[in-house]
């Protein structure tokens, strides 16, 4: 298996571009996470929602959030990526989040091949979109623990690329020392 923290970097955020190694496909209700002490990826849970996470989940290497973890994002393309596939996507936001009391900030992208679509930022994303995954990331714990995930809103390319610098000097700080 590839260690993806060592192979790639977080890409060229001052052009808008991150790589993203993808951990849950749009569409699937398993939880699955990278973690970086084995290198791998693993089943956390099964969430026991009715509804299935409506965007591809993954997270940036050679970044660290608030919560320990790589910096989530989420990859709005037309159908799902799979699991350990990795690509290169283009920043469009970010949405404010706090999940159990810590910040866990995700940010938005959209995959590279939809980047001539006129996607440029949240503003051109389909309110429908934006109320499911809105819905999601305020409800997808609610069977483990009610109301401990809130969405606190949106921020723009600008915000988004200052969350990603931030946990990029998090890793170089705490990890790639």
Known sequence: MTDF??????GDVKNGQVN??????????????WHRQI???RLDRTNQTSFPVP???GFIPGTLNDDDDELDVLVISEKPIQTEVSLMAKIIGVMKFEDEGET????????????SSGINSIADIPKTQIDRIT?????YKDYISPGC?????????????????????????????
Do not use: C, R
Request: hydrophobic letters at 40%; zero cysteines; aromatic letters at 10%.
């Open 55 to 57: 965007v591809n989940y």
């Open 20 to 33: 993203v190694v993808i951990e849950m496909p749009a569409g699937s209700i398993d939880k699955v996470e």
């Open 135 to 139: 819905h999601y990331f305020a409800h």
């Open 39 to 41: 290198a791998g990826f």
């Open 149 to 177: 995930t809130k969405v606190l809103g949106w921020g723009d390319v600008d915000e988004a690329k200052k969350v990603i610098n931030k946990s990029i000097w998090l890793w170089d700080e705490q990890i790639n020392k």
């Open 5 to 10: 923290d060592k192979t790639l970097t977080p």
């Open 104 to 115: 866990d900030d995700k940010i938005i992208t959209i995959q590279n091949d939809n980047a």
